[in-house]
Each structure stands twice: as structure tokens, then as C-alpha cells.
């Protein structure tokens, strides 16, 4: 064979390569163009700049130097506000679709829920540092988890809770008066919620609050260090492999081995003592439908990480609010104390608190704990507004698209709110019902299954903190800011002095 003729087959070769690449795009592009069609689909008008519409070098830059702007909850806004309440950015090969449209936000999540899926970027990040759970997975094994877990969480399984609350929220206010009425009470929330989780979940607490051994606080520590490693990892997105951290591997052996002691001593006393299960903690109970360790310690890994920083989050930024605002104290108190003195509260007479259930309401519309969120298309979908100059068309989604969805921005919608979104005034609770436009815990198929659990802790420890103490003092001024790990919390903690009722 001459070098002209096997020149020439390689030519051949490619040249099939390319017909065949242009036909499927030309079926693909025609497929799209049907569906546009169909569903009166408008091609995005509202486009974010970029600089390099290529590849998205700005993109690289931007997390490796600056900083996101896409994390920073103002900016974000900002955004949204010059750009219309759905975006796009569009590179070469992919466009990425931004919303805070609570049409659009009820399509992702509910009414085309099969058509999505999580992003690549959350799987493999949280995959990695928790094992496959409920928050890493997809489809069915993604629906068996959750109807595993679900029936742990439900209203009437939460009936040993209000001991394991009491018990912890005595060491709480212990460990306020040991430091005096000057204090930071955002880690006093982390390790209130990592005792009450830990108990809850394993029949262990972790006793931060009280004289916690050496483990329990090599585990928080370890446990820390692993969240905050995946929150950065999120955050570089594709970029990720650039990060590589022994000391947070090592860490999460550490949190796996802490775990396993608990989970075999659990099982150990379930087989001596054959334990009534009706009464046991959470891991008790999956443990009568999981034969595996390794499976149990993952789901254990996966709730602790959906309750633990996400109620203590939502405690530090209502209690933020709380300390600037002595009227809305004074009134949250009045109410409490008109209802139950100081007396030890039980779950019914919690429901019935009206105004806290504003200031809880208020608390998460304003500093959502979960603010941001993404979905990828599973396959070619249609979104229903965000198309043509205005906006108000369908858009197509095309299968690999991420969907960003920002409840930040659309908890500051002003024809739902009003035009006082950025103050904090529970009272416009009253015969409000937002429905899509206020998405604390997400809506449809993946809504939060923990939603009745963290309101019920919420209330209790609002409760016992606000029965105790007569008033609050702010003893810095800086406005909130966001400190953006796995959930969203204060930057600059929340310093408050604490006066005694
Ligand atoms: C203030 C406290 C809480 C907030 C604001 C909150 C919020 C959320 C949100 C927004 C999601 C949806 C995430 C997504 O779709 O990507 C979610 C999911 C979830 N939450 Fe919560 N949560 C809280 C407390 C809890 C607690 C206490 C538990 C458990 C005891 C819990 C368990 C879960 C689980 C297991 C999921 C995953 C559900 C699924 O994917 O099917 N959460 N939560
Ligand atoms: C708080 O918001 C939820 C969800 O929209 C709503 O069902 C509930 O009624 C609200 N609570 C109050 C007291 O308005």
C-alpha cells in the first residue's frame, strides 16, 4: 500500500466521520426546532455578558481569583434585576439558564421533575465526601432512599424529640450564663444542633455544649473540615480536580471511623437486648431495613448534614435580626410568655404560636438557608417563560443544560411581598400565601423531609432561649452578610449581650 493510499483511506475515514457528526447535529437541530415550535418556545433574549464565549475562560478566572459572583447573594440579585427574573449565559456549545421565576422554578422542581436530574458537579463533590445517599442520588435508587427515610421523619416519629431538645437546651443556657451576658451565639447554635442531631440520629450526642470527649470533638472538628471542603469544591465547579486536600481526606476517615463505632454498637445492642424499635433513634430503625454498614453510615452522613447546619444556620440569622430589632423581641416575647410563662412548651402548644411562626417564616424568606440551587436537564425539556424580548415565552432546555434556580431572589419579589422586601416585618405574614414564590425547603418530589422536624427544634429553642432572656442587644453594627458554606449563615457571627429575664 502506497503512503498515498493509506493517506487516502484516512481521508475517507474522516470524511464519513464528518457527514455523520453534521447529520446527527442537523437531526438534533431539527428536533429542537420542532419542539420550539410545538411549545411556542422563543430563543433567549436576556443574556449575561461574557467575555470569552468560548470555552469560559472568564468563567475559570472569575472562581480561581475573584471569587464567584454567582455565590455572592446580592450580586446574584443585582443580576436579576438588570437582566429580568430569567437569564442566560451562552458559550460556544452550552447555554446556561438562570432563574428566579416562580413559574419556572415549579416547572424544575415539580410539574417536569423527570425531566431533570442534580448536576454532575453536586453528585461527584458530595458523592465523594458522603458515600451515595439521598442527596447524591437519582432516579430509583434515589426514590428508594427517600421512602427508606421518610417514614423516620414523619410528625408522629418525632415523639422522643422534645426530651433530646430539653436535655440539650438546659446545657445551652448553662454554657450562656458560664460566659457571661457578651457573647457570640452562632457557635453555640452549631453545637446545640450537632448534639440534638447527633442524639437524634444515633442515640449518642456528641455533647458539645457540655465537656464533650476527645472523639466527639475530633469528629466535629473533622466533620467541619470535610464541609467546608465540599462547599469550596461546589464552588469551582468544573474546576474541581484543581483542589487536592490530604488533610480533609484524612479527615473524612476520621468521620467515617466515628460514625462505624456507633453504627456496630448499635447493632450489637439490637441483637443482645432486642431493643423496641418504636422508641429507637433513627439509626435503630434503618437499621431493621439496612443489613449494610457501609449504607447505613451513608444515610446517617446524609441527615446529619441536611439537619444539623442548616437549623443552626436558620437560628444564628433569626436571632441576627431579632438582636437589631427590640420591638419584634419584645413582641415574639409577649406572645410567649402570654401562652406558656416559662414553663417547658409541648409540640401542640408550639403550632399555635402565631407571631413566631411569622418571625420563622420572615427569617427564611429573607435569609433563605438554602439560596441557591441547580438542576441539569436530563433530556430536551421546555421551560415556561424566559423566551423572546420580554421574557414571557416558553424557553427550550436542551438535555445537559444547567438550570441555576436563586430562592434569594424570588423571596424579594415585590408583587408578592411588597415593596419593603428587604426589611424584616413578620407581620406581612399575615394572610400571606406566597405558594411557588417562597421555597424554604423546595418544593415537589425532593422537598425537604425534614421540614416538620427543623421547624419543631426551630420553635422550641426560640422558645426556651426567649423565655429566659428579657431582651437583647446587638454589640456590633454591621449589616447581615452571607458566609456561604453548605448552608447559609452569618459572616460575622451573631454578637449579641444577653439580658435575664
Ligand atoms: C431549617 C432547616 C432546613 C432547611 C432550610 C432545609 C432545606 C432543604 C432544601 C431546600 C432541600 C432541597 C435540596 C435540593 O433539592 O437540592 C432539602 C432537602 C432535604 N432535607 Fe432539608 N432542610 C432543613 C432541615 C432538615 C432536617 C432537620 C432534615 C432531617 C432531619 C432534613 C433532611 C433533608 C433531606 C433528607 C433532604 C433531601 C431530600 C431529597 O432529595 O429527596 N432537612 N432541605
Ligand atoms: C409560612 O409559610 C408556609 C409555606 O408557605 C405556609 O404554609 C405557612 O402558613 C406560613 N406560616 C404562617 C404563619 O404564615
Given amino acids: 500500500m502506497s503512503v498515498f493510499q493509506m493517506y487516502g483511506r484516512w481521508l475517507d475515514i474522516i470524511v464519513i466521520l464528518f457527514v455523520f457528526l453534521c447529520a446527527k447535529a442537523s437531526i438534533r437541530y431539527v428536533c429542537y426546532w420542532r419542539m420550539m415550535r410545538q411549545q411556542g418556545c422563543q430563543p433567549s433574549c436576556k443574556k449575561a455578558f461574557v467575555r470569552d464565549p468560548f470555552i469560559g475562560?472568564?468563567?475559570?478566572?472569575?472562581?480561581?481569583?475573584?471569587?464567584?459572583?454567582?455565590?455572592?447573594?446580592?450580586?446574584?440579585?443585582?443580576?436579576?434585576?438588570?437582566?429580568?427574573?430569567?437569564?442566560?449565559?451562552?458559550?460556544?456549545?452550552?447555554?446556561?439558564?438562570?432563574?428566579?421565576?416562580?413559574?419556572?422554578?415549579?416547572?424544575?422542581?415539580?410539574?417536569?421533575?423527570?425531566?431533570?436530574?442534580?448536576?454532575?458537579?453536586r453528585v461527584c463533590v458530595m458523592g465523594d465526601l458522603l458515600g451515595p445517599g439521598i442527596f447524591t442520588l437519582n432516579g430509583h435508587s434515589w426514590s428508594n432512599a427517600r421512602s427508606l427515610l421518610r417514614p423516620a421523619l414523619r410528625k408522629e416519629r418525632l415523639?422522643?424529640?422534645?426530651?433530646?431538645?430539653?436535655?440539650?437546651?438546659?446545657?445551652?443556657?448553662?454554657?450562656?450564663?458560664?460566659?457571661?451576658?457578651?457573647?457570640?451565639?452562632?457557635?453555640?447554635?452549631?453545637?446545640?444542633t450537632m448534639d440534638i442531631a447527633t442524639e437524634f440520629l444515633m442515640g449518642y450526642s456528641t455533647n458539645m455544649l457540655e465537656n464533650p470527649d476527645g472523639s466527639a470533638q475530633q469528629f466535629v472538628d473533622d466533620y467541619m473540615v470535610c464541609s467546608t471542603e465540599a462547599a469550596r469544591k461546589m464552588t469551582l465547579g468544573p474546576l474541581r480536580f484543581l483542589r487536592s486536600n490530604s488533610a480533609a481526606k484524612q479527615s473524612k476517615t476520621r468521620v467515617f471511623k466515628y460514625i462505624d463505632s456507633y453504627i456496630d454498637e448499635c447493632l450489637k445492642r439490637m441483637e443482645t437486648r432486642n431493643l423496641a424499635v418504636e422508641h429507637?433513634?433513627?439509626?435503630?430503625?434503618?437499621?431493621?431495613?439496612?443489613?449494610?454498614?457501609?449504607?447505613?453510615?451513608?444515610?446517617v452522613l446524609h441527615i446529619l448534614l441536611a439537619s444539623r447546619d442548616t437549623t443552626a444556620s436558620l437560628l444564628s440569622n433569626l436571632f441576627f435580626v431579632l438582636a437589631r430589632m427590640p420591638e419584634v423581641y419584645a413582641k415574639l416575647r409577649r406572645e410567649i410568655v402570654a401562652a406558656m410563662g416559662d414553663s417547658v412548651p409541648d409540640f401542640s402548644q408550639l403550632r399555635e404560636l402565631q407571631y413566631l411562626r411569622w418571625c420563622i417564616n420572615e427569617s427564611l424568606r429573607l435569609?433563605?438557608?438554602?439560596?441557591?440551587?441547580?438542576?441539569?436537564?436530563?433530556?430536551?425539556?421546555?421551560?415556561?417563560?424566559g423566551g423572546g424580548p420580554d421574557g414571557d415565552s416558553p424557553l427550550l432546555v436542551r438535555r445537559g443544560t444547567i438550570v441555576l434556580y436563586h430562592v434569594y431572589s424570588m423571596h424579594r419579589d415585590p408583587a408578592v411581598y411588597g415593596n419593603d422586601v428587604e426589611e424584616f416585618r413578620p407581620e406581612r405574614w399575615d394572610g400571606l400565601r406566597p405558594g411557588w414564590a417562597f421555597l424554604p425547603f423546595s418544593g415537589g418530589p425532593r422537598v425537604c423531609i425534614g421540614q416538620q422536624m427543623a421547624l419543631m427544634e426551630s420553635y422550641y429553642i426560640v422558645v426556651r432561649l426567649v423565655q429566659a432572656f428579657e431582651r437583647l442587644e446587638p454589640t456590633d453594627y454591621k449589616p447581615w452578610s452571607e458566609l456561604f458554606a453548605l448552608a447559609t449563615t452569618c459572616e460575622n457571627g451573631v454578637h449579641v449581650k444577653m439580658h435575664k429575664a
Fill in 57 to 121: 475562560l472568564d468563567f475559570a478566572y472569575d472562581r480561581l481569583f475573584q471569587g464567584s459572583p454567582a455565590r455572592n447573594l446580592k450580586g446574584s440579585f443585582d443580576m436579576y434585576k438588570r437582566l429580568g427574573a430569567t437569564y442566560t449565559v451562552n458559550r460556544l456549545t452550552t447555554q446556561t439558564i438562570y432563574t428566579c421565576d416562580a413559574a419556572n422554578i415549579k416547572r424544575l422542581l415539580a410539574t417536569s421533575f423527570d425531566d431533570y436530574k442534580l448536576p454532575a458537579v
Fill in 159 to 192: 415523639c422522643g424529640l422534645p426530651n433530646i431538645l430539653e436535655s440539650h437546651m438546659q446545657s445551652m443556657l448553662r454554657q450562656i450564663s458560664f460566659k457571661g451576658s457578651s457573647l457570640d451565639l452562632q457557635p453555640l447554635f452549631f453545637s446545640l
Fill in 280 to 299: 429507637g433513634n433513627l439509626l435503630q430503625e434503618l437499621s431493621s431495613a439496612i443489613e449494610d454498614r457501609q449504607m447505613l453510615r451513608d444515610q
Fill in 367 to 385: 435569609h433563605p438557608v438554602i439560596p441557591s440551587n441547580a438542576r441539569e436537564a436530563a433530556q430536551d425539556t421546555v421551560l415556561p417563560v
